[in-house]
């Protein structure tokens, strides 16, 4: 009952820049946390970054001063600006969300393509 939709992944130079966005629609009483996933092929998913509903962020250590993860309550919307891409930054990058108030369910988005060439 809550659909997150991620956008703004794309093909860019390493070291170039790409925002991404995820809003999510539906039941969006009591948004706890809401973050962002990699995956890249081959590989499991890993955590990039997580933001809680009060501004609290965690970074993985590999994007940590590069990453920035942000959220605007008000639109459901959270984003992850990336800049200084490297090519290792290749993934499909997927938006998660922690939703209610008492007992939480996470949800995911569908995905979207991030390519940092050389």
């Known amino acids: 009952q809550v659909q997150l939709v991620e956008s703004g992944g794309g093909l860019v130079q390493a070291g170039g820049s790409l925002r991404l966005s995820c809003a999510a629609s539906g039941v969006t009483i009591c948004i706890s946390a809401m973050g962002w996933y990699r995956q890249a092929p081959g590989k499991e998913r890993q955590l990039v970054a997580t933001?809680?509903?009060?501004?609290?962020?965690n970074y993985a250590d590999s994007v940590k001063g590069r990453f920035t993860i942000s959220r605007d309550n008000a639109k459901n919307t959270v984003y992850l600006q990336m800049n200084s891409l490297k090519p290792e930054d290749t993934a499909v990058y997927y938006c998660?969300?922690?939703?209610?108030?008492?007992?939480?369910?996470?949800?995911w988005g569908q995905g979207t393509q991030v390519t940092a060439s050389s």
């Open positions: 933001i809680t509903s009060g501004g609290s962020t």
């Open positions: 998660n969300a922690a939703v209610g108030c008492w007992v939480p369910l996470n949800y």
